[in-house]
């Protein structure tokens, strides 16, 4: 597709997706959404599974995964038969840290802005395991250098003692608040000089940051596509080379699952195992090539991240000026991509954080028909706008304006 016969971006899109017109969405990396394109392949796989379950789910469904795995493959740059179909994120994580075979006393490393299912899963295998969690505390804005610096610190403190030894690192791509890009790359190349395996949290990346796996070479990693890419919910990949499928298994354990004595006697059984979570709607995933389909209709991944990523930067900015604050960025400014980060002018409200969060949730969706992530970070209030292809630089605006209504009858 040429760049002529590229689509327009901005609200015109808006009807290509199932989302209330009057509706001002500026949250799609919360859950995303999907194009009206997609609703005759997915019911079309529906109606096949419907139509022969048996014949469905023993022999066609296969063909059709793999269809969809290989494209997707190419996509991110990684072997088919390194990645697999799970549910979502959080499944993901689960399984990786649930089932990774640690020792008691091994530590994990992981930064104080994880996503809550890995701080909570991490505290479980503390409480079951006896693994400790090393925490690496971030404050942005920060540089890339910073976070490198810190953490290479903190691992040379930690190995120095003789407790126990970090095993495995949780590392986000792009974390969810603050929305923020991480270092991922160099943070994968640090933990490797100190023997420490990698676990990428790339929820937020693919249809977001261009991605190169076999480059990057993460120990394991995940990214959903049904946040950036436009498939339905629900629908992600885990991605694990050949070297450690051995040392994982999905959070549904099933017929493919082999003891390690089994294991030592045959080969992998990675992507059976985590392909077959029981009996499920396989459709979601099975809408990928449509979604790359679409997607390429639309000008293709570059055109899609470029408009996103430079309605962000200038709906940030716009939206820090309404509000007569600043947009989270470091020098470099490689903090913000199609999600940024405004500052919210709020400081003396004598509510609870929760109930802070919850009112601008309320207001926001119900008072003013429109949605960011409000959320406190380094003890300041903060607002992660998502650009997507049907948003538009006034409805960065518009929120801005009811985010500094708000901010005033809190503080009221
Ligand atoms: C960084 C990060 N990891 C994991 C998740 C969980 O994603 P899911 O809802 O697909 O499980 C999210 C969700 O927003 C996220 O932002």
Redesign the pocket.
């Known amino acids: 597709m040429t760049k002529d016969s590229q689509k327009t971006f901005g609200r015109a899109m808006r009807s290509e997706f199932f989302l209330e017109p009057e509706y001002t969405p500026l949250n799609h ?3 995303g959404a999907w194009p009206r394109a997609l609703l005759p392949v997915l019911h079309k796989y529906q109606m096949e599974a419907e139509s022969h379950p048996d014949r469905w789910l023993r022999r066609w469904l296969y063909p059709e995964l793999d269809s969809n795995r290989q494209r997707l493959a190419a996509l991110i740059h990684c072997h088919p038969e390194e990645m697999s179909f799970i549910a ?4 993901g ?1 689960c399984s990786i840290l649930r089932s990774f075979p640690f020792n008691k006393g091994d530590k994990v490393l992981c930064f104080s802005t994880a ?1 809550n ?2 701080e909570r899963t991490l505290t479980y295998m503390k409480d079951t395991h006896h693994c400790l969690t090393v925490t690496v505390e971030l404050a942005y804005p920060l540089s890339d250098q910073a976070i490198l610096d810190k953490t290479r610190s903190i691992i040379e403190e930690e190995q120095a003692k003789d407790n126990g030894r970090i095993r495995l690192a949780v590392v ?1 791509a ?3 608040t603050p929305g923020v890009r991480f270092p991922y790359e160099a943070m994968v190349r640090l933990l490797r000089e100190y023997d420490i395996m990698s676990f990428v ?1 790339g ?2 990346t693919i249809g977001h940051l261009p991605l190169n796996l076999h480059e990057t070479d993460p120990d394991f990693f995940i990214s ?1 596509c ?2 950036w890419l436009f498939t339905p919910r ?1 629908s ?1 990949i885990l991605y694990v080379p050949k070297r450690n499928q051995h040392l994982i298994q999905p959070l549904v354990i099933n017929e493919f699952y082999q003891s390690p004595q089994e294991a030592a006697n045959s080969v992998c059984n990675f992507q059976a195992a985590f392909d077959w979570p029981g009996a499920i709607d396989f459709s979601n995933f099975l809408c990928i090539n449509a979604a790359l389909d679409y997607r390429a209709s639309l000008g293709g991944e570059e055109a899609i991240q470029a408009y996103c990523t430079d309605l962000a930067q200038k709906g940030g900015q716009r939206a820090a000026e309404i509000l007569g604050t600043q947009v989270m960025e470091n020098e470099d400014r490689t903090l913000s991509t199609c999600m940024i980060n405004v500052e919210l002018p709020l400081s003396n409200v004598s509510k609870s954080d929760h109930e802070i969060s919850q009112t601008f949730v309320d207001k926001l969706m119900y008072d003013y028909h429109a949605l960011v992530t409000v959320y406190k970070h380094n003890h300041r209030w903060w607002a992660r706008f998502s650009a997507q292809v049907y948003n538009e630089l006034d409805e960065f605006e518009d929120v801005a304006k009811a985010l500094a209504k708000i901010c005033k009858e809190l503080e009221a």
Not at 88 to 91: E, K, L, M, Q, R
């Open positions: 990396g919360a859950f979502n994120a959080s499944h994580l996503f299912v890995t986000d792009i974390s969810s949290d929820a937020h959903t049904h946040k629900s992600a």
